[in-house]
């Protein structure tokens, strides 16, 4: 759905640093998109290319097929023979050259208005600017001071990335001298959508009352019969105006530090993200080192621990993730990394699968399979759980934390002795529903069955004792919220009708993370249930930009080159 082009520019007067809308005639219209970012033999200046060119400094190709699939999918490839900062910036004005149709909508659907013009003196938003600001201030001094550490030089190619991003969809196509400058309510804001859901409790952004129990994904690691293989799945759960979606893969050669010929260890991920993003958000990696980097939000809900989050000292989630995917290489690694400058937001239970520990078919435990992290506002704690998987069989995640200490310093006690059994670890319906439905995982196809499972008007554990009606859409592997009767009673607001739910389902295995393939449905399960139609929603208003109108999608296997 496109707007009239006036239409579309009275309603950017809402945006902060308002990105304008590109020239185009709709999504679907053209079906693959290349660019090449060179440099003028002349002037040396940077230039773009609409062709793809292997021997530019980057280039990106965008196949289109969100009306057909449900996805776009988005290749991003830098050369090594320029140095790393031209490759970091030229990385995101390639991907802007090929995204920026689905920019402009992704920003219309999901944060036009985000402390925009109308809003930007609220107290919140000053919160949040000041913030931003000064988390922006004390990294760059970390990189003047330390930028040979391999860390910080990661930090900086991250920024410069996002930089060329925001660059290249306002056409202002420069490389970066000295220091650069971050817009607080530009792209950053597309990159900080997790954590922006805790600064917003942290900072008491009243206007947007915190949903209660808000369920955030749901991840299955689960081992075949006879250890024959290890497949890896997750589920997004979000707000439904976010469905569009691209399927990315990133090459980036670069190198441990700036005086460095060492290659990082993650120079190649394909995730699943959106427009406008230049991590997954999700979060779903597969890696070159062999890794495999998911999670699950688990927040906070203890108002005590707020005062942890702090601007000097921490580096947000999104950035943190960035630099332990491209730095690790297995999964304590990875966790050293991760815990670094704890930013106290973006809260999730995070799991490292490391292919390279596990052996198909061989018998007994296989230590450094998988690593467990867990993190809140002023705490990290990570484990090696291989022995607890082979035991099991899975690992299953769901919005809540395992670790004993990380669950009682977060509040959940306290929700637990208010609402009962659904906020505790072992009792939540999904918990109950992955210990009874993983057994019958025997192979690629039953595990999407159960990653895409929700037959909530039927079964037993989709119950809620204090709902009316008792069958709740939000209790299953792959939330329908808006099944959920509008004038129901829930005592709490996870449980109520919302636009809210299972929005696709990644899942690779042993030999296909080998070629960062996985497969993928886009858009709320409809296995059991109703394919989900925003014409016929409770939710047709919400603004939906570029979005398929009936979400009935199958699996496709993700290819790339």
């Not at 943190?320 to 690694?333: D, H, K, S």
């Not at 607890?388 to 310093?409: T, V």
């Amino acid at each position: 759905m496109a707007l009239p082009r006036g239409v579309a520019l009275l309603l950017l007067c809402l945006l902060p640093a308002a990105p304008s809308p590109p020239p185009f005639p709709g999504p679907g219209s053209e079906p693959t998109r290349s660019s090449s970012v060179l440099l003028d033999p002349v002037s040396g200046k940077p230039w773009i290319a609409h062709t793809w060119d292997p021997a530019a400094i980057a280039a990106a190709n965008l196949t289109e097929g969100i009306q057909e699939t449900g996805w776009a999918v988005l290749e991003v490839v830098t050369n090594a023979k320029h140095n790393d900062s031209f490759q970091a910036y030229a990385a995101g004005l390639a991907e802007a050259a090929v995204t920026d149709q689905l920019i402009y909508m992704q920003w219309m659907n999901t944060m036009m208005g985000y402390c925009g013009p109308f809003k930007y003196q609220t107290d919140y938003c000053q919160k949040l600017k000041s913030y931003i600001e000064a988390n922006l201030a004390w990294m760059e001094q970390q990189i003047e001071t330390q930028g040979d550490n391999p860390y910080w030089h990661q930090v900086r190619l991250v920024l410069l990335q996002l930089k060329g991003l925001e660059d290249g969809y306002n056409g202002q196509v420069a490389f970066p001298t000295g220091k650069f400058s971050i817009s607080p309510f530009g792209f950053l804001l597309f990159q900080m959508g997790g954590d922006l859901e805790d600064l917003e409790a942290a900072f008491n952004k009243s206007q947007k009352p915190h949903v209660l129990g808000s369920g955030s994904c749901s991840a299955l690691i689960k081992l075949l019969p006879g250890n024959t293989d290890l497949l890896v799945s997750h589920d997004t759960w979000n707000n439904y105006r976010a469905m569009l979606r691209i399927l990315k893969k990133y090459t980036l050669p670069f190198r441990m530090s700036e005086g460095s010929t060492t290659t990082i260890p993650g120079h190649t991920q394909a995730f699943s993200s959106y427009p406008g993003s230049i991590y997954s958000g999700d979060d779903f990696y597969i890696l070159s080192s062999g890794l495999v980097a998911l999670e699950t939000t688990i927040g906070n809900s203890n108002s005590a621990l707020w005062k942890y989050i702090q601007p000097e000292g921490s580096v947000m989630e999104w950035l943190r993730n960035i630099v332990a995917n491209r730095l690790a290489q297995n999964g304590m690694q990875w966790a050293l990394v991760f815990q670094k400058f704890n930013s106290g937001t973006y809260n999730n239970q995070w799991m490292i699968v490391d292919y390279k520990a596990f052996a198909p078919g061989k018998p007994g435990v296989q230590n450094g399979v998988l690593t467990v992290l867990e993190q809140i506002p002023g705490m990290t704690i990570a484990d090696d759980k291989s022995e607890l998987l082979y035991q099991q069989g899975y690992w299953a995640s769901y919005n809540l934390p395992y670790f004993r200490q990380i669950f009682n310093a977060s509040g959940l006690p306290q929700l637990v002795q208010k609402y009962g059994d659904w906020f505790t670890y072992d009792k939540n319906p999904r918990a109950e529903i992955f210990r009874r439905n993983q057994t019958l995982v025997q192979d690629m196809d039953s595990m999407i069955r159960l990653m895409r499972y929700n037959n909530f008007p039927k079964d037993p554990l989709s119950q809620c004792q204090r709902c009316d009606p008792p069958q709740n859409g939000e209790n299953a592997i792959s939330a329908r919220s808006d099944l959920n009767p509008a004038n129901g009673t829930y005592p709490f607001g996870a449980l109520r009708q919302r636009p809210h739910g299972g929005t696709d389902m990644k899942v690779t295995s042993f030999k296909m993370a080998q070629r960062y393939s996985f497969v993928a449905t886009s858009g709320p399960t409809w296995d059991d249930l109703p394919p989900f139609q925003w014409s016929t929603s409770p939710y047709n208003d919400m603004l939906h930009m570029g979005q398929p109108d009936l979400w009935k999608f199958s699996p496709i296997q993700v290819h790339w080159g």
